[in-house]
């Protein structure tokens, strides 16, 4: 049997698949956890990255002919000539260079000129404002960047016979903010504006091309951003739009067409397949119930039972959860807000309002990415850790007021790596068409009230950060 290997090097842990190349069928599956943090030191995703192979049968490791690598966007890997980090690489949750992003944002020419060149409008997340950041609070280190790599560019490199130069795709390149992604090509200007000077970048290799092989002979693909990756994983085809419940709540759909949204709410990413992915990320998303469970003193399945206990209002309860600042809309210093505290109120509903929280948010980004490319979805998919959760899966219809197409879970990120590395195996014009995974249709009747009691604590907060 033919095997790609897909890796999905994420904000949380590596997750590696091996997949038979000609059909897709997981074969095998490992995953291992990463520092928390938003910054953290690249070499821990190398060593995981050692870790997960480690674990993987080794007899069918030996048959992987194609690697392929997704990863979380936008982190700042930035490197001395000698290759060493200069600092812990700089993650996308990471809000330090708030104040970067709105700098440079004025000097591009306020926000549609900045969406014009690069696609879509910077908040901190994107590369570019931590270059910058690092200038302004870390001169000497910056003075000492010679190169600045993607997460996903440097485990592909790793991955890749010793003296293979950097390289990465335009769907990544897209989130660095120093990448013009109508045209896709880089803007070495606009990093060395944001840096103090012009710093190597990786070399582009277009969707579906060899980038390099491994040590052993197997072809290394161009690798993605995890969220290009997972539409690739779950065959996005136009009238879908992918929910993914990971660390970021992100809605994203595939467009032939780029998107410059001046207002910064959808950001005009490119895909892995030559065409766009418009999206809207969260910031606070599996997060927001992994606090809850530990504030509840229960697990995932605990959580679930106890808010489905609760009535659709969670009794009056209102959560804001912007935790850790927040993105989409953008609160980069915005903190939590529960409302509608009483002595009635029960474990139960804390622990819904959590979970309304988390939908209505996404349900925000649903709408916002269907106004951006004016196609009303056929089907709402719904991917990422928290995913699994019973709950989620019982609540989304009627606050997303959409059915919602459910997959078994798996990692489809790392899904959709293979597949870019079975496309570049195959050297074919379009990625190998895999039967994707038995979808069902949840439905159930709209709730608005829900989401207008959100929207309500959403703009009362707004002027709170
Ligand atoms: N059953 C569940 N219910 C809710 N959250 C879950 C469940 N299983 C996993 N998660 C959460 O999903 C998150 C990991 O999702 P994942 O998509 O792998 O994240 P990332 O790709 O950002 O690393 C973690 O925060 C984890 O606690
Ligand atoms: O910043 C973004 C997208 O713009 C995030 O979606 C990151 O790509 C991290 O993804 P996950 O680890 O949450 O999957």
Redesign the pocket.
Known sequence: MTLALGI?T????V?ALLVDADDGTVVAQR?VR?PAGTEVDPQAWLAAVDEVLAALPPAQLRDVAAVGVGG?QHGMVALDAEDRPVRDALLWNDTRSAGAAADLVAEMGGPQACADAIGSVLVASFTVTKLRWLRDHEPERAARVARVLLPHDLVARHLSAPGTDPFTDRGDASGTGYFATAEGRWRPDLAAAALGHEPDLPRLVAPGGVAAHTPDGAVVSAGTG?NMAAALGMALGPDDVLV?????GVASAVSARPVADGTGVVTGFADAAGGFLPMVTTMN???I??LQ?QWLGV???G??DLALESTPDAGGVVLSPYYGGERSPYRPTATGTWTGLTPRTTRADLARAAYTALLCSLADAVDQVVAATGVEPRRVLL??????????RALAPAVLGRPVTVVP?G?Y?ALGAARQAAWALAGSDAPPTWAGPEAEVLEAEPDPQVRATYADLRERTASWT
């Not at 993914?244 to 970021?248: C, F, H, R």
């Open positions: 999905d994420s904000t949380q842990s997750k995953a990463h979380q995890d993914s419940l990971g660390t970021s998303a599996a997060g119930l992994d469970a697990d995932h399945d959580l679930a991917v990422g850790g928290a995913a699994r959760s019973r709950a989620v879970p990692e990120v």
